[in-house]
T-cell receptor, first 118, second 113 residues
Framework: KAGVTQTPRYLIKTRGQQVTLSCSPISGHRSVSWYQQTPGQGLQFLFEYFSETQRNKGNFPGRFSGRQFSNSRSEMNVSTLELGDSALYLCASSLAGTSGPTSTDTQYFGPGTRLTVL | ELKVEQNPLFLSMQEGKNYTIYCNYSTTSDRLYWYRQDPGKSLESLFVLLSNGAVKQEGRLMASLDTKARLSTLHITAAVHDLSATYFC?????????????FGGGTRLMVKP
């Protein structure tokens, strides 16, 4: 089974620009979550999409947005880029159907997109 | 706000030695994950711990969960160089589907021959 894929793998942008990152989940997975990883702040949750709806949202400004398509693929958009947005952006997918407290459903992470803002 | 703290942040050990990484979290949750990250790579799932007293083992790694103490440990037995990586614990604050993880700061493990 193919893993989570993310495109592009590397991206260089300048301040003020916008960027779109793409994530294809593992086949059959319906939940896609996005995380930002930086040396200073570590791994931080951005948002989660399930069945084309944003189900959970982290504490990030509105410049960060996302969406999910009917095939579960997801995109994340960052507008008006700032230097501090330079990070590794990780996408993770899971089954996340009717899982409950006893479910071993796990998030599987993609390789990430390394974004550099100049 | 859920806080997850790991210690130590950095661990240098000799091959063959044992050590434990600690993960404390601040709010009730019955679901805790351990991940491994190699330099320049993504996160690899190691363990999912779902209930108080849960213990899981894979090779030289053993993870346990004490929900009453809000503490998880990752024990390394007879370390080998291949275990060198950064280890993260993560907690799902909703205790449900595990898709909104709060991560600890990571423990960078270096195993020296």
């Amino acid at each position: 089974k193919a893993g989570v894929t993310q495109t592009p793998r590397y991206l260089i942008k300048t301040r003020g620009q916008q960027v779109t990152l793409s994530c294809s989940p593992i086949s059959g997975h319906r939940s896609v979550s996005w995380y930002q990883q930086t040396p200073g702040q570590g791994l931080q949750f951005l948002f989660e999409y399930f069945s084309e709806t944003q189900r959970n949202k982290g504490n990030f400004p509105g410049r960060f947005s996302g969406r999910q398509f009917s095939n579960s693929r997801s995109e994340m958009n960052v507008s008006t880029l700032e230097l501090g947005d330079s990070a590794l952006y990780l996408c993770a997918s899971s089954l996340a159907g009717t899982s409950g407290p006893t479910s071993t459903d796990t998030q599987y992470f993609g390789p990430g997109t390394r974004l550099t803002v100049l | 706000e859920l806080k997850v703290e790991q210690n130590p942040l950095f661990l240098s050990m000799q091959e063959g030695k044992n050590y434990t990484i600690y993960c404390n979290y601040s709010t009730t949750s019955d679901r805790l994950y351990w991940y491994r990250q190699d330099p320049g790579k993504s996160l690899e799932s190691l363990f999912v711990l779902l209930s108080n007293g849960a213990v899981k083992q894979e090779g030289r790694l053993m993870a346990s969960l004490d929900t009453k103490a809000r503490l998880s440990t990752l024990h390394i037995t007879a370390a080998v160089h291949d275990l060198s990586a950064t280890y993260f614990c993560a907690v799902d604050p909703k205790g449900n589907a595990g898709n909104m993880l709060t991560f600890g700061g990571g423990t960078r493990l270096m195993v020296k021959p």
